[in-house]
């Protein structure tokens, strides 16, 4: 069965520095995708960035980047240049590829940016 | 023009009574779920319809039934709600392209059983 471990409740970060979010997946399937989701406090799920098992390169959007270590089984996001709004909640989610979609979601992480 | 729109956002009910959420998605999408969050913020699929079929359907009290009467549309009628069913529902679509299969969530919808 798929898990996704966030082993970080809650983070602190200086506005402008950059933080990493940690994300742990165990799943037996060579073939699977991995997110991000960001939940501000005004309760909404947006989606940040998506990694395919299949992908050679770490994906990037914008201030985002994805540390895809295959190998370690780790998805761990990287926020740079950090500002007052991103603070929120994290989720890392995985699915397989021929599972209907199903998103797999971690606890969250926390993350507070101090000014 | 919102993507994935659900109503209502907030809903307030006694125990016993009968609800209904909307979700309605203008991104053209094949495939449509429900998720629920508790208190810990924990996040589970419930249901899961790909062109008005069911595909997803997790271990969910028989009282929770989905509807999708075309593929732009799922809906969520609970029945005789319980103090337990008390979460945020989230309604996502999303179109797989070569097994990538992201999800887009609306809003969410806050419902308080009392």
């Known amino acids: 069965a798929q898990k996704i471990t966030q082993t970080q409740p809650g983070m602190f970060v200086q506005e402008k520095e950059a933080v990493t979010l940690d994300c742990t997946y165990d799943t037996s399937d060579p073939s699977y995708g991995l997110f991000w989701y960001k939940q501000p406090s005004s309760g909404e799920m947006i989606f940040l960035i998506y990694q395919g098992s299949y992908d050679q390169q770490n994906a990037t959007e914008g201030r985002y980047s994805l540390n895809f270590q295959k190998a370690r089984k780790s998805a761990n996001l990287v926020i740079s240049a950090s500002q007052l709004g991103d603070s929120a909640m994290y989720f890392c989610?995985?699915?397989?590829?021929?599972?209907?979609?199903?998103?797999?979601f971690g606890q969250g992480t926390e993350l507070s940016v101090k000014p | 023009d919102t993507a994935v729109s659900q109503t209502p956002k907030y809903l307030v009910t006694q125990m016993g009574n009968d609800k209904s959420i909307k979700c309605e998605q203008n991104l053209g999408h094949d495939t449509m779920y429900w998720y629920k969050q508790d208190s810990k913020k924990f996040l589970k699929i419930m249901f899961s319809?790909?062109?008005?079929?069911?595909?997803i359907n997790e271990t969910v009290p028989n009282r929770f039934s989905p509807k999708s009467p075309d593929k732009a549309h799922l809906n969520l009628h609970i029945n005789s709600l319980e103090l337990g069913d008390s979460a945020v529902y989230f309604c996502a679509s999303s179109q797989e392209i070569r097994g990538k299969n992201i999800q887009y969530f609306g809003a969410g919808t806050r419902l308080s059983v009392l």
């Open positions: 319809y790909n062109n008005k079929e069911l595909i």
């Open positions: 989610a995985t699915s397989l590829y021929n599972q209907g979609g199903k998103l797999i």
